[in-house]
């Protein structure tokens, strides 16, 4: 398409010489201002990408990918219910559990809570906590007064392994002078961090019997726990799990139970790739309007080349590579900056921190305790090929102008 001679006149209109200086600058902030769209597009879309799979993740390595209910409040056969489930093909693991909400009491710190009681076996395989232990061990989780809180949680009780954590809970046992609320200390013999701000701070876990004892809930549980084999499509195991059981309990995904919380991120990342597109955009008019200055500089140039015998066709082709090298060039100087910052924004965010002494990226807000990237290749793509189109649309006017002159009009004024 573009010949040697349009390659040696374009190279030659994009090296700046003396008196020209202003319309190459501009051409340079054009390749910056791409180059950074490109490179900002990429890495907010990847942060986006990173944040929702990391927060799906560990919150479906807590929570579980199903959870099944019973009819009533409680569920009583669960180790029936458990092995049906487990015999669903998709299914890895049903854990029965007892889950209620609690005031949790240590010395001066109060706060609100969930407890979750389940067997030790369950929980080694609840590998959001079972592998992520910072003190204590899974071992003396037995009995009926031993606990397992979170890092949060102990920093602001003040809690250790071996120390003692009282819960109370509202429903309580009904006296001549009201409702007594239940209360009881439990040894600490573990502490862990989910990587979670949320579940450090409020989530405790206690043996199944020792839950039941306290809930008052002798041979039952509230609900079964069910992981799968692929968390993104656990609509047909929903399905066959319910086909199953045969309407004998109620079974709720993930999708149905953080519907709203995902669909807002998924939102925010449409919205935020359609808002950074606007800075390629604007780098692109910048191209335009390079563009046009250089047309409107060359129009002399343009005459003479006419009247050596270039067509019409071949000057739009000059000032396309003119145009399409800015571009180029910018699309893939942003994608490999946007690249290496993706691939390294953790390290960069700890320099950042460390230079302005400030927290970049708070735990609590934010729910995850570090700055996650994921990059997903078709984005990149689709965002190098956008990149791509707009700039070479930016070209396409300008070089049509450049077409167009009439050389003896160019000629006349000169």
């Known amino acids: 398409m573009f010949g040697p001679f349009e390659r040696m006149i374009a190279g030659r209109y994009l090296r700046a010489r003396r008196g020209e200086r202003f319309v190459s600058i501009i051409a340079i902030f054009s390749l910056v201002g791409i ?31 199903l959870s099944v209910y019973g009819l009533s409040r409680t569920i009583s056969d669960y180790d029936a219910v458990a092995g049906r489930v487990r015999g669903v093909p998709g299914v890895v693991s049903a854990a029965p559990l007892v889950e209620s909400q609690v005031l949790l009491n240590s010395g001066n710190y109060n ?80 502490i862990f961090d989910a990587g979670v701000s949320d579940y450090n701070s409020s989530y405790v876990f206690l043996p199944l019997h020792a839950a039941q004892v306290y809930f008052q809930l002798p041979g039952q549980v509230t609900q079964v726990q069910v992981m799968t084999k692929d968390a993104e499509n656990v609509i047909p195991i929903r399905e066959a799990i319910e086909k ?15 519907n709203a919380f995902f669909g807002a991120v998924q939102v925010e990342q449409n919205v935020m790739f359609l808002i950074l597109t606007l800075i390629i955009l604007v780098a692109a008019f910048n191209v335009i309007s390079s563009l046009i200055m250089m047309v409107k500089d060359k129009s002399a ?33 942003g994608t490999g900056l946007g690249i290496v910052f993706c691939l390294n924004i953790e390290r960069i965010r700890q320099l950042l921190q460390r230079m302005t002494g400030t927290d970049l990226f708070n735990a609590e807000v934010y729910y995850l ?29 300008p070089s049509w102008r450049a077409a167009k002159t009439d050389p003896v009009e160019a000629l006349r004024h000169e």
């Open 35 to 65: 180059a950074l769209g490109v490179a900002t597009l990429i890495i907010v879309m990847s942060v986006m990408n990173g944040f929702k799979a990391d927060l799906l993740g560990r919150i479906l390595g807590l929570n579980g990918d």
């Open 244 to 258: 199953a059981m045969d309407g004998e309990v109620r079974v709720m995904d993930w999708t149905q139970s953080n």
């Open 111 to 190: 706060a609100g809570g969930l407890v979750r009681g389940m067997t030790r076996a369950d929980l080694v395989g609840l590998h959001e906590v079972s592998d992520n232990l910072v003190a204590g061990s899974l071992d003396d989780f037995g009995g009926d007064d031993t606990i397992i809180v979170g890092t949060t949680l102990a920093e602001r009780a003040g809690l250790t392994v071996g120390g003692r954590l009282t819960l109370v809970s509202p429903q309580g046992a009904a006296t001549a002078f009201g409702t007594m609320p239940r209360v009881r200390a439990y040894r600490v013999v573990a």
């Open 301 to 333: 140039d343009i005459a003479v080349l006419r009247t050596l015998g270039a067509t019409r066709g071949a000057i739009m082709r000059i000032f396309l590579m003119c145009g399409a090298s800015v571009g180029v060039t910018g699309t893939f100087v």
């Open 369 to 397: 305790e570090h700055l996650p990237a994921k990059l997903v290749w078709s984005q990149v793509i689709e965002v190098i090929a956008m990149a791509l189109v707009l700039s070479l649309l930016a070209t396409l006017y």
